[in-house]
C-alpha cells in the first residue's frame, strides 16, 4: 500500500488548506497524524474509507478539521479551517486494514512520506 500526500504549504493564521491523500490500495480505515520536531506524532482525524464514512477528530480539531474520502479516486482529504500556529507540522496520512478506525498511531500499519504545513 503507498500512500502519497499532497497540498501542504504556507498560510497565514486564520487561512485555510487542504491535504490530499492518493492511496495505492484504499484499506477499511485511514487517517491523518501530524507531527512537529521533538514530539510524538499526534493523531488528529480518522474515517472508515471503505465503508460507512464515519468520522473521528482529535479534540484539538474538532470543529475545523474535516477528514473526507474520494472512493472512486481513491483519495483522503483534510480541510482545514482556522489554522492556528500550533497547527504547523508535518502533516501524514496513513491507512490500516483492520475493523478498528481510531486516531491511534500504533493502529496503523501503512504511512505516507508527510507534507509540511506551516501557520505563521
Known amino acids: 500500500v503507498q500512500l502519497v500526500e499532497s497540498g501542504g504549504g504556507s498560510v497565514q493564521a486564520g487561512g485555510s488548506l487542504t491535504l490530499s491523500c492518493r492511496a495505492s490500495?484504499?484499506?477499511?480505515?485511514m487517517g491523518w497524524f501530524r507531527q512537529t520536531p521533538g514530539t510524538e506524532r499526534e493523531g488528529i482525524a480518522a474515517?472508515?474509507?471503505?465503508?460507512?464514512?464515519?468520522?473521528k477528530y482529535a479534540d484539538s480539531v474538532k470543529g475545523r478539521f474535516t477528514i473526507s474520502k474520494d472512493n472512486a479516486k481513491s483519495t483522503l482529504y483534510l480541510q482545514m479551517n482556522s489554522l492556528k500556529h500550533e497547527d504547523t507540522a508535518k502533516y501524514y496520512c496513513?491507512?490500516?486494514?483492520?475493523?478498528?478506525?481510531?486516531?491511534?498511531?500504533?493502529?496503523?500499519?501503512?504511512w505516507g512520506q508527510g507534507t509540511q504545513v506551516t501557520v505563521s
Open positions: 474515517i472508515y474509507f471503505t465503508t460507512t464514512g464515519t468520522t
Open positions: 496513513a491507512a490500516r486494514a483492520g475493523d478498528i478506525c481510531a486516531v491511534y498511531e500504533t493502529l496503523y500499519s501503512y
Open positions: 490500495t484504499p484499506q477499511r480505515c
